[in-house]
């Protein structure tokens, strides 16, 4: 049977993408920046708002964006989320196979498939703004347990603490990859995250978590600390590995209590959508194929690169047999 690198467990959402004038952020008052959870009647009306602008549609939701990464480096993944019989439902289970993902949960026949409508500005800034739809009901029952124990990692989102349901799918596969000895990897996803489910957070990746990912404002925010290596510090404490991104500097990498800065790659960004869940991609291939925590996150820290340099979370190129050529001067520190 089939062994796969990465099982992944999140949110399915279609994300709707959309370039547009600052002024219209201001106009609307959304906050700049941020991902805000909102009903389907402002979704309705926000994309009312946005008949003239043009528009893409991509599978997406985190640790979706985060398996199709994986998958372009050439590695191997299943995912698991909640999509309907609808048009978008439709659309995400065809996007995903054809990325070269096993898609898992079968559709159900009532209520309307999640989307995100991402705002992206000149600044390469993205506001996303979220209607869950159907991935809210994703339940222990959809989680393949079998598939999951031929896997390597177990990847969880951040944002699935929004749900009951999606919480226990979630902790369901932690605590089964757990007792099968496969690896856990868990991502904040988002401050709003952290600041709603922070005590959780800490509890879950003590108990549960091999490979924390994060930004360093979610580093912050789980911390209570300031400065970002004081915070990856503070994380370093209950977790094995930690990877935390830093922008145009690269990344922090924590291992065992030692910390050190992966450099990341000179890139003029125009959207900076998934570019974490890029990141972690990266660093899974890397660490399903053998390379170390530094190399692994120099890969991550190169995938990031190509996808802020292209619209949406999806590369138009392929990165599959690259990475000796990528990598061949890196130098760990």
């Not at 989320?81 to 026949?109: C, N, Q, R, S, W």
């Not at 944002?159 to 605590?175: F, N, V």
């Not at 690259?322 to 760990?332: A, M, P, S, T």
């Amino acid at each position: 049977m089939k062994q796969y690198d990465v099982f992944g467990v999140g949110n399915a959402l279609v994300d709707i993408i959309a370039f547009i004038d600052p002024n219209f952020l201001e106009k609307k008052q959304i906050q700049k920046g941020i991902m805000t959870l909102v009903d389907e009647t402002k979704q309705g009306t926000l994309l009312a708002d946005l008949h003239d602008v043009k528009k893409e549609l991509r599978s997406g939701g985190s640790a979706a964006n985060t398996m199709i990464a994986i998958a372009n480096s050439g590695g191997t993944c299943a995912y698991t989320g909640k999509v309907t019989h609808d048009t978008y439902g439709e659309f995400y289970k065809k996007d995903m196979e054809e990325a070269g993902i096993l898609f898992e949960t079968i559709p159900d026949k009532e209520g309307h498939t999640g989307t995100c409508v991402v705002l992206t500005t000149p600044d390469a800034e993205r506001t996303m703004l979220t209607n869950l739809g159907i991935s809210t009901t994703l339940a222990p029952k959809d989680i393949d347990l079998e598939t999951l124990k031929r896997s390597k990692f177990v990847y969880v989102e951040g944002y699935l603490w929004d749900g009951d349901s999606t919480k226990k799918a979630s902790e369901l596969s932690m605590k089964t990859a757990k007792e099968n000895n496969i690896k856990v990897a868990f991502t904040y996803s988002d401050p709003f995250c952290v600041n709603r489910s922070r005590d959780e957070f800490i509890q879950l990746t003590k108990n549960y978590v091999d490979v924390v990912f994060c930004n360093t404002e979610e580093g912050v925010a789980l911390s209570g600390k300031s400065d970002p290596k004081e915070a990856i510090s503070f994380i370093s404490k209950i977790a094995p590995l930690v990877f935390m991104t830093a922008g145009k500097d690269g990344a922090y990498v924590a291992e065992n209590g030692k910390i050190s800065l992966v450099p990341g790659f000179p890139v003029k960004p125009i959207d900076t959508t998934g570019a974490g869940d890029a990141f972690a991609a990266g660093v899974l291939y890397g660490l399903t194929h053998g390379y170390s925590t530094q190399k692994s996150a120099r890969w991550g820290n190169y995938v990031a690169s190509r996808i802020v340099a292209e619209v949406g979370p999806r590369l138009s190129v392929r990165l599959m047999g690259r990475q000796e050529e990528i990598l061949k001067d890196f130098v760990e520190n």
